[in-house]
Structure formats: structure tokens, C-alpha cells
């Protein structure tokens, strides 16, 4: 049932070993043909990973950020996709845990940062706004710090992109990890110019007495909080509190995730400060972008009573 011959049994012995790690401590899992086709899709999502960083299949699409008062765009986040020429667009969730899982995430969001630092610059030499681009890093790149920094003066030097344009999220969870070593990068990254903003706030394990030191000058709140913030009378309050806090303490917030005018109506009286959805704009290719920039689109805000 296992295998005829000893390395067959031996290998399926290991990939069910993986997947009982994967599960947790004290985890049992006895192999199935289910997990070696599982482990194949893998790998060869990680091979075709690889040849796709060589060839820099890897684009930022930009999703606008719009203030809540004047409706312009004031900013916009830079967002991985990989469009194949073998498999044609590629779902994030596909491509990134994967990346995550063989250590190919940090050249990844190499790749995206170069790229993203480079179309703004051409777009402002262009004379088009100037607004910043946000770029995610990952957990791996914001532990090895010195390779983070190193990177990111790299690529501000090739660019010529000045580093107020330039903002870097992480999420709660890699900030949270070691907290110490995080608010010294992020220092480090401000006396640059270089602001940070923490990113699907709400779903990790802030502490407040962290966060209160931390020298950022924005939160994101996650969209899973933003869906229902109109129906779930928990996430309206969750919501709110992180406003109050956040501008206590001098933050600016970013509501992710804005769909409907009912979401866009609850954050302006709540008094969030940007918004980042599909109620404004998907992500784009760099082309409709720049077409975006190009229109002067703005938000039109719905009126109050």
C-alpha cells in the first residue's frame, strides 16, 4: 500500500512526516496519495518560482489610497503578481506561501521594490503626482536587518527615487515577533526618510506598550474587520477603537478592504483618515495606473445631511 521498494516507502514516510509537522506538536499523519500530489504541486510551483524570478515574471500593480476628506490620492500600495507566460495570471495565494516556504520570498520582494521605486520615479519625471508607494516586506527581510537596509539603499541609489516617496509595510505579527529589533529598524528607516506603516492591523498581538514607542507614522486596518463593519457591531467597535488609539498617538489609519458606499459612509464619520478598496479602484497594471494619474481621478465623496 506504502510503496514496493524501500526508498518509495522511505520517501512517503517523510512526506507524511511534513505534513504531521505542519499540523502541530504531537501531530500523527500516515501517508496518502492525496499528500504526494500535494507535494508535487508544490515543488514544481517552486521550480517554476524560481525561473520566474530569473526571468522577472514578478510586476507590482498599484491599488490607490485615497484621503477621506479631500478624495484625492494620496498614496498607493505596490502589490505582488506574477502573470506567466505558461500558466497566465497567477493568484498571489498560489505563488507566496510557497515562496515563503523556500526561502524565495525575500528576493521576491526585491524584485516588487526595485520595480516599484522605478515606475515612480519615471511616473514623477513625467510630471505626474507624486505620491508615495507602499511595498510589503516580509518577515524573513525585516529580521535580517542589515540586508534590509543594504537592499533598500540600493535600490533608492539605482532609482533616484527621493525617500519620502517611499513607504515599507510590515505586518503586526513580524513586528510583534521581536519587538526591540523592530522599533530599531524602523528607526533606522525613518532617519532616512523612510516611513513605515504596520499593516492588517487588528489580527496579531499588539502590545500597547510596544506600540506606543514604535516611530510609525500609520496602521492599516485589515480588511476582515472592514467587510462587516456595517452588520458586525463588534467589528464597528473594533474599528473605532483602533482609530482612537492610533490618532492618540499621532498615527494616520488606512481602512483596507472598502467595497460599498455603507463602508465608505461608517469610516468618514468615524473619522479614518485613508481608504484602500475596490469601492475606489483594483489594483492596476502599471499602464492603467499612470492612465489614473494622467485623468487626475479623484473620489467623489457622497454628500452628508
Not at 526595485?114 to 529580521?143: E, H, M, T
Not at 532617519?191 to 498581538?205: H, K, N, V
Not at 474587520?225 to 457591531?233: E, G, I, R
Request: hydrophobic residues 40%; charged residues 25%; glycine residues 6%.
Amino acid at each position: 500500500r506504502d510503496g514496493v521498494e524501500p526508498e518509495t516507502v522511505v520517501k512517503h514516510a517523510d512526506t507524511a512526516l511534513m505534513r504531521a509537522k505542519s499540523q502541530g506538536p504531537g501531530t500523527v499523519r500516515v501517508f496518502t496519495e492525496e499528500m504526494n500530489e500535494s507535494v508535487v504541486k508544490t515543488l514544481t510551483m517552486h521550480n517554476r518560482i524560481r525561473r520566474a524570478l530569473d526571468a522577472e515574471e514578478f510586476l507590482p500593480f498599484f491599488q490607490p489610497q485615497v484621503d477621506l476628506s479631500t478624495g484625492e490620492i494620496v498614496g498607493m500600495e505596490a502589490l505582488a503578481r506574477w502573470i506567466s507566460p505558461e500558466l497566465g495570471m497567477v493568484s498571489p495565494v498560489e505563488f507566496i506561501p510557497v515562496a515563503e516556504e523556500y526561502g524565495l520570498i525575500d528576493p521576491l520582494c526585491d524584485q516588487i521594490l526595485y520595480a516599484a521605486c522605478r515606475i515612480n520615479k519615471s511616473w514623477q519625471d513625467a510630471g505626474l503626482s507624486a505620491v508615495p508607494v507602499a511595498v510589503n516586506i516580509s518577515g524573513r527581510q525585516f529580521q535580517n536587518s542589515r540586508r534590509l537596509l543594504q537592499t533598500v539603499e540600493a535600490v533608492l541609489s539605482e532609482t533616484g527615487l527621493d525617500p519620502c516617496y517611499l513607504e515599507l509595510e510590515l505586518t503586526e505579527s513580524s513586528a510583534m515577533r521581536d519587538p526591540e529589533n523592530a522599533i530599531a529598524v524602523v528607526a533606522q528607516l525613518r532617519d532616512r526618510g523612510i516611513a513605515c506603516s504596520i499593516d492588517d492591523f487588528g489580527t496579531g498581538y499588539s502590545s500597547l506598550s510596544v506600540l506606543k514607542r514604535f516611530p510609525i507614522q500609520k496602521l492599516k486596518i485589515d480588511r476582515s474587520f472592514v467587510s462587516d463593519v456595517t452588520t458586525d457591531a463588534n467589528d464597528a467597535a473594533i474599528v473605532k477603537a483602533i482609530l482612537a488609539m492610533a490618532h492618540a498617538l499621532r498615527m494616520k489609519v488606512v481602512a483596507e478592504g472598502v467595497e460599498t458606499t455603507d463602508h465608505l459612509e461608517f469610516l468618514r464619520d468615524a473619522a479614518c483618515d485613508q481608504m484602500q478598496g475596490y469601492y475606489f479602484s483594483r489594483p492596476l497594471p502599471a499602464v492603467d495606473m499612470e492612465a489614473m494619474f494622467r485623468a487626475g481621478r479623484r473620489l467623489t465623496l457622497p454628500q452628508r445631511d
